[in-house]
């Protein structure tokens, strides 16, 4: 403006053609103007917006207009011919006198300082000129504080920005973010709340600070507070406003001031930083002085942009760091990964892909994925193809494969569309997993379970589970047939109930031992009833039944039917016990007769009675012996015949006078037909002998006193047959089915009128049998039986 | 004074344990044997001659020795004969199950016909003693 001013003078001058040689007149008029145009100027200064200072050749103050006492919030007294320098910050004071001096018209900053030790910064400019006839110095100053500050501020968030951008470690961003600030602003100390998304669970705590100061109980408390994270930074949580303690050693709230007092931090400041619109976390800010200058627009400015870029770095590190674990997921993942375009060409292919499909990234990326699909099945995955372009996801889905090699894989495959940035599916995610083995593994299984059922459902085994109380959960139809009950009968009724109620205590305890020791069992033999109120002998081997959690929960086991074992048994044992009296009989008389002939003195008449005795007895001692070598051979299938052309007469009459004998000592009589068959057949006659002998012996054995035994012959058609029928008491109906098999004797007590092996008619039927004939008996109880047998005739 | 020995039945439905018996009791002296082939026919005969003492074959058709010696206990004539059983059955239990009956003794079988008389004599003994 003063600039502005002269130069009009100059303007004026030139028009009016004016010159040093101009009338007097003219020149008053001039001076008029000049002095007219200092007290404008004059009035002018005074009323400047910004400071203006007139100094003395000696630098004191001539002149100060009202802005420089506003600002400075001097009086005139304090100001009026002091040296200026006196305003000036004492590092600037060389230098502002220097530039006094050098005239050069030019600006310059200089920190001026308030009455209240506030510090302004200035540009100023300086012009010599007059005044009051005086060479004296025109200073008009500009407020530049504010530029300043903001220019300050500016270059800390830019340093902090290009910083955030640059670093990728949080650690070591907040470690220079502190000291950008510290240069500056004279924070020490940078504590950062990270919260995870949605503010769940304890925020991440990173703290930074310039070197050489010691905050180790600030930092501890700090952390701590994160963990019990109810306390946190309740201030900024509820309000999103930043906001700052001039000396937390002091403040009534702050609750680490115990730890900052420790470690002498006062100042505190703190604010919010954002993810995604969203509160993210604060960041504050502390430093050993006290906070003293006021948190201006400027610096909450300042704090909101850092808060701003701050955020974004905490946003893109989550993302990378999630981009990052991502595509290691993808890296390491045992699936194969892949993504297709719409037109089937492979995108991407992770390394799962290559594993599964032989494939390496850099052979299929680009190509068809056509070439992994068996042409069977190009049709389904054009199918697919469809779906997934119209946005849909298709999950589970099980398909083959080619492999590199040509072999076909099954594969379980999830197809997820990729959406365009226009919201339409243009490409494909696939997730590919290889169940090639676990299909074999599968199909192992059905076949094994399916050979497991029907094993269980087919075997004669008794297979049963009971829970740990004894009640069935499990049962085979095998139990209908040795218990007699359907499956559906016993299913949760408990095992006790099935035996007879005497031994029910005894089960009881046993069961309960095993329960107790969580134990099965092996071949116990135990007594069931069966359904129709039989004893049943059952032979169970049982396991312990454990869940997945080692929980006992019952048995199982596998029973049979060893109730024909346990009769075996007792035929047997009778069998050995009536055989072996059978061979001590003639032993004894054996023996005593031949003792006696030995030891003693005997008539010639005794010796040839004991003789004889010896002799006979060993005679049925060898057919004993004889007989239970024919059941072996039976049982064996060894016995030989001698076949010939015999008349079937010749059996019968040989048979008569074997067993007369025996007849006339039970007293009873063998008739037979007056006229028998003249029949031949072709047979061991001997043998033949041996069944009629049989069947006589039986009969006789069986007979009253002085009962009838009748025999007698007949022709049907191709066979002959001959029978014996007897008066006897009968067969016993219980014992006629099993009256042909060895060992057995309808009465095995001692009173048994006439001891026998208990195996000639086994051994008869085995000789019928050997002859292509048969053998079967009519029986009625208290009349008699007939036992008969037919034979091929010739 | 104990009582002589003098007539014992046998009973055993073998004719050959008979002849055996007959020719080894000879060793006694003026010892009277009389034979039956059965339990009836034993009972029959001890009505008829009350012998001294009776050997009884246990395995024997119908009435067996068992029965036999039931009836002997009934009949109050007979019942203080004692009875002395021959059987090869001879497990502990069925021994057992003799003495029960009330028999006098078990003799083995197959027994030795020499040692016999000797055996027959000292059960007899024993018996007039515990019985005197």
């Known amino acids: ?794 | 004074m104990n009582k002589k020995l003098k007539k014992i039945l046998l009973v055993d439905d073998d004719h050959d344990i008979h002849l055996i018996l007959k020719i080894s009791l000879q060793e006694l002296p003026d010892i009277q044997v009389y034979t039956a082939l059965s339990g009836e026919e034993a009972i029959k005969i001890a009505l008829d001659v009350h012998p001294d003492l009776i050997l009884l074959d246990v395995m024997m058709p119908q009435m067996d020795g068992r029965a036999t010696l039931q009836v002997i206990k009934l009949l109050s004539s007979l019942s203080k004969i004692p009875v002395i059983f021959l059987t090869a059955r001879v497990q502990k239990e069925e021994i057992d199950e003799y003495f029960k009956c009330g028999v006098a003794d078990v003799i083995p079988k197959p027994f030795d016909p020499v040692i016999l008389p000797e055996t027959i004599n000292k059960i007899w003994e024993n018996y007039q003693n515990k019985n005197s």
Not at chain 1, 6 to 33: G, P, T, V, W
Request: aromatic share 10%; proline share 3%; with cysteine.
């Open chain 1, 1 to 794: 403006m003063f600039k502005k001013e002269k130069k009009e003078i100059k303007e004026y001058l030139q028009a009016h053609k004016l010159s040093q040689k101009a009338d007097i007149d003219s020149f008053n008029d001039l001076q008029n103007s000049l002095a007219a145009a200092q007290d404008a100027f004059h009035v002018f200064i005074e009323k400047l917006g910004e400071p203006a200072l007139i100094l003395a050749k000696d630098d004191s103050i001539l002149y100060a207009n009202l802005s420089f006492f506003d600002m400075f919030d001097y009086h005139p007294e304090d100001v009026m011919g002091v040296s200026v320098l006196e305003f000036i910050q004492p590092e600037y004071r060389a230098y502002f006198t220097d530039y006094l001096k050098s005239q050069e018209k030019r600006k310059s900053e200089f920190h001026f300082i308030a009455k209240n030790n506030q510090i302004y910064t200035f540009s100023v400019s300086i012009s010599k000129a007059m005044w009051e006839g005086a060479e004296s110095y025109y200073v008009l100053m500009a407020d530049i504080t504010k530029l300043k500050r903001t220019q300050m501020l500016n270059g800390i968030l830019e340093s902090i920005i290009k910083m955030l951008s640059t670093t990728p470690k949080l650690e070591i961003a907040l470690k220079q973010m502190i000291e950008i600030l510290n240069s500056q602003l004279q924070w020490e100390i940078i504590v950062a709340w990270i919260w995870p998304t949605e503010n769940l669970g304890s925020p991440y705590v990173e703290i930074a600070h310039v070197q050489d100061i010691d905050i180790d109980d600030f930092a501890q408390a700090t952390r701590q507070e994160a963990v019990d994270n109810e306390k946190v930074n309740g201030g900024i949580w509820s309000t999103y406003r930043p906001f700052w303690i001039e000396d937390v050693t002091e403040s009534s709230t702050f609750s680490r001031k115990k730890e900052a007092l420790k470690n002498n931090i006062h100042g505190a400041l703190a604010f919010p930083f954002y993810q995604h619109s969203q509160l993210g976390g604060v960041i504050e800010l502390y430093r050993r002085k006290p906070l003293q200058e006021e948190v201006d627009d400027l610096m909450l400015n300042l704090i909101t942009s850092i808060g701003i870029e701050f955020g974004f770095y905490i946003q893109r590190k989550i993302a990378e760091e999630a981009k990052l674990q991502f595509s290691n997921v993808i890296a390491y993942s045992v699936n194969g990964i892949f993504t297709l375009d719409a037109n089937g060409i492979v995108k991407s292919w992770n390394p799962g892909a290559e594993k599964i499909y032989g494939w390496k990234a850099q052979e299929i990326i680009g190509s068809s994925i056509r070439k992994t699909i068996p042409n069977d099945r190009l049709e389904e995955f054009d199918e697919l193809r469809k779906i997934l372009l119209q946005g849909t996801m298709v999950e589970h889905f099980q398909t083959q494969r080619l492999h590199k090699d040509g072999h076909l894989i099954w594969v379980e495959n999830a197809y997820g569309p990729i959406n365009n940035p226009f919201g339409k599916a243009a490409e494909a995610c696939v997730v590919v997993q290889d169940i090639t083995s676990q299909k074999a593994a599968m199909d192992s299984l059905t076949r094994s379970e399916e050979r497991f059922r029907t094993f269980v459902e087919t075997t004669r085994e008794w297979i049963w589970e009971i829970d740990k109380i004894g009640n069935f959960t499990f049962s085979n139809q095998a139990v209908l047939k040795i218990l007699g009950y359907q499956v559906e009968e016993i299913m949760g009724k408990n095992i006790l109930y099935y035996f007879f109620i005497e031994d029910r205590d005894k089960m009881e305890k046993l069961l309960k031992a095993h329960t107790t020791q969580k134990k099965g069992w092996v071949e116990q033999v135990m007594r069931f009833r069966h359904k129709n109120g039989t004893e049943c002998w059952i032979e169970s081997n049982a396991s312990e039944l454990v869940s997945l959690n080692h929980a006992f929960e019952g048995f199982r086991g596998a029973s049979r039917d060893v109730t024909e074992f346990k009769i075996f048994e007792k035929i047997k044992d009778e069998f050995i016990s009536m055989v072996s009296h059978e061979i001590r009989t003639p032993l004894t008389s054996i023996h005593g007769a031949l003792t006696l002939l030995i030891q003693r003195e005997l008539s010639l008449e005794d010796k040839k009675e004991l003789l004889t005795t010896a002799k006979r007895n060993s005679d049925h001692l060898t057919n004993i012996i004889s007989d239970i070598i024919d059941v072996e051979n039976l049982q064996i299938g060894r016995m030989e015949f001698d076949f010939q052309k015999i008349k079937i007469k010749d059996v019968v009459l040989e048979a008569i006078k074997t067993s007369d004998i025996v007849a006339k000592k039970f007293n009873v009589k063998i008739f037979k037909d007056e006229v028998l068959s003249d029949v031949e057949v072709n047979g061991d006659f001997m043998r033949l002998v041996q069944v009629m002998t049989n069947l006589l012996s039986n009969a006789i054995k069986f007979s009253p006193p002085e009962g009838i035994i009748h025999i007698s012959t007949e022709v049907e058609g191709d066979v002959v047959r001959v029978s014996v029928s007897d008066q006897g008491p009968g067969i016993p109906e219980e014992f006629r089915p099993k009256i042909f098999e060895k060992f057995v004797q309808a009465d095995s007590s001692s009173k048994r009128s006439y001891q026998g092996t208990g195996l000639g008619l086994s051994i008869s039927k085995s000789i019928i049998q050997g002859h292509g004939g048969t053998i079967q008996y009519r029986t009625k109880a208290g009349e008699g039986t007939t036992f008969f047998f037919e034979l091929p005739k010739l």
